[in-house]
């Protein structure tokens, strides 16, 4: 991302490098001041109060004004406390607005994970598909919790573009694949995730198979079934509970293939006999 | 040079005697009686000392079995081996060679069958030997008896004797004359033929630990520098002797121009000879100077070839895989064997290797008598300096830690461009030790290559990925690297790579604080402008960040390029963050100090 092209944070800094009276602490406003609530907010997201600053954040995320949100983008190009700048990239969340772009990517480099992970889920509240490399490059963070928030984007967005990184994520263990591949899954996607048994956590995946399982989506029941199975292969108890979970979430009747081997496998399994 | 134990010495040799030679009361540093000494002096001798002319090496084998073995190194072939518990260096003599045998009985050996030709047991602990000739010159005792034995060579027939109170050491031998040096005060002059004291040299600068005779020379002197025995050693001071040192490095080089001669270890095969200086040297005018102008250093597996005048590293010389476990300067060729029995010879001016046999078994020692070889092999071209310095550093043996840091430290001053590679593969190595790695970071940043830029570029183009299990390394030190070539000409296009780099670290959050300082540093240094915008960013969003309360690091490093190198709009962007009170406390402090300290003139330039 090219930081003169961040369009809000340009406009603060204009205002910044051009107002020798701002820079100088001195109470001149580049904007008209909103008045009410929105105006106590603005005030408030840029005081020393951190969580008055917390809470005034959150407010403007639920104010739809123009000033609102501009109140916002100027605060987070100024910069905030870690704890400030989460609460008002929820509200850029809120207010799913693409103005908000070039903020939300700049802030999806920063060094805190929380503040990144805000920014990633704010980014996938945006429908403009210009978020979509910056979601995908989440997938690729060294922190958990950031790839937690991109896993969850390219669920929400059904960003095909994710399934690899995900493919290889499960691999690795990441705890946030399980929802979201269940989330993309369809019959040939949950055959790849079948065959990762024996790479990935089977834990993992077991709760992966589960998911795409309680899809009412996911058809058809040969598919279902060809998870089912997967499951049966699955050794970890997490198999049996996924199985479990599946069976009583699904009436008897009409009755479906794929229930009647999961019951089987409930027996098998609980016989003490895995296949 | 220590007071006590000599006062202790003289002392005793005041009270109990002994010889004429070795006596308190003889008329020491005469100038004619030295000039009488030489006089009786034989022919210098231009080859090796054994009868045959060939030149040789004596071999002591430990495993299979202890053995001794003699090699001729023109023919390369083994004279003969015969078993043998060898237990001193060997000394070689026209038509004999002797050594001891399990610290207590004296050998000698016909040098063309290796058949035993005497063996005498040693009435006191043996202290070194030297042979001339037909004659066999050998040091024994302790306390407060000393005794330096002549016999003849092929029978062990005893020719004088010379007790002293006080220590002898080793002897040398040449053209008719011993040199013994005596309490480490004096060398002793004798006649090899009756024993009879000819003169001394009384060492007044210094003291005297060694004496070394070659073909032509006799040399003396102790760890800080040599003498020639010419007549101006009469003197026993330095400025007044023919007399030199060389400038080493002294991290790793244990300099001594000799062997010791009072320490009964060195008189045997030990770490004392994989660890030696080895040189030869000549009289110019009044100054001695080492022949080609180079010492060389053997460490171990490792040679190295200084200058002697100025401590420059002229080569060096790594030996793959087994330690060298002794060497010699035999005027043409530095000659060497290692513990697993290969022989070789190198060029003292180029490192070259020059020659290489082999011979069976575990070696223990070596004792070459081989003056004046010059193998007549196709030499291999010496490697590069640079690719042997960096073999050295990289070198998976973990005794060496004070050789590898002369080695990077030594990398850090050769031209070629590769250097820089070698040194960040160094750098990024998980498996270099912390002293090694510092020295490394060190000659990285010292060279100031602008050459190397496009290698420190590549190094620092890879970006963290999780997925791709990309983690960069060193971020912070090549980052350093860069900002060294802040005043020198870049290549713009290289200079633009080296800041699109360094932004891409500025911005990944995985950069660590330490490293991120470092990147912010380098690209004030070579940003050439492209570094205000992503650093005006970097404050800004940091500046309220806890992370940079105790330490504002990487902030502070970025307020100090904006105030400096940015204009009027930084400096306000500055001021602002100095009075906000959302800034953290220490970073206010720290822009407020940060524009205190720089002043604008009119037009925006700073001072």
Redesign the interface.
Known sequence: MSYRSVRSLSLVLALVVSTTAFAQGKKKPARPQPAGQVGEAQKALVGADLDAATRAAALLGKDRSQAGLDALLDALALGLHPQVAVAALDALAARKKPAALDTLVAYSEHRNPKVRAGAVSALAAIDDRRTEKHILAALHDGHVSVRAAGAAAVAARKLKAGIDPLMLLLVKGDEATAPALAALADPELAKNVAETIGKAPDALVARCLGGILARPDFKPDSARVEVVRALGRIEAQEALEQLTTYVSSVPKNPPRQSRKEAEQLIQLKLGGGGK | MSRRPLALALALAAACGGSEAFKLTADDNSPDRLEAAFARMGAPRTGPMNASGRPMAYLVARAPRPELVAFDLADKKERWRVPARVTSKVVVGADFIAYTEADKDLVARDPASGAVLWQSGLSARFIGAAADGERLFYTTGGGSRWVLTAATGRTGKELWTADSPGALGAPAARGGLVFSPFVKQWLAVLDARTGDALTRVRGIDEEITFVRATGSNVFFGSRAGVFLLDRRAASGKRAQSTYGNATLPREFVRIHYGFDAFDPVQATYSAYDRNRILWNAHREGRALRFDGGRVVVHTYRFFFGFDAATGGLAWAYSHPRNDVIGSAHLGSAIAFCSSAGQLGAIDPATGARIYQAKVQGQIAGVTFDADGWAPVEKPEPPQPTATVLAAIARDPDARFEDVKKFAVAALAHQGSHQVTGDLIVIIQSESTPPALYEAAVESLVARRDPESLPVLVAALDMQ?????GAQPRSVGVLARAIGSLGKAELDPAQRGRAVDALIGHL????TSAADLEGVVSALGAIGAGAEI??L??F?????????FSNQVGAVGAAIDVLVTRGG???R??V??VS?????QGSVRDYASRALLQTTTRPGGKKH
């Open positions: 963290p990925d999780f997925l791709k911005r990944a959050p995985e915008a992503p005006r960013r404050v800004l969003m940091y500046r309220a960040d806890p992370t009027p709009a930084e306000e962007l001021s602002y009075e906000d009170p959302r800034s």
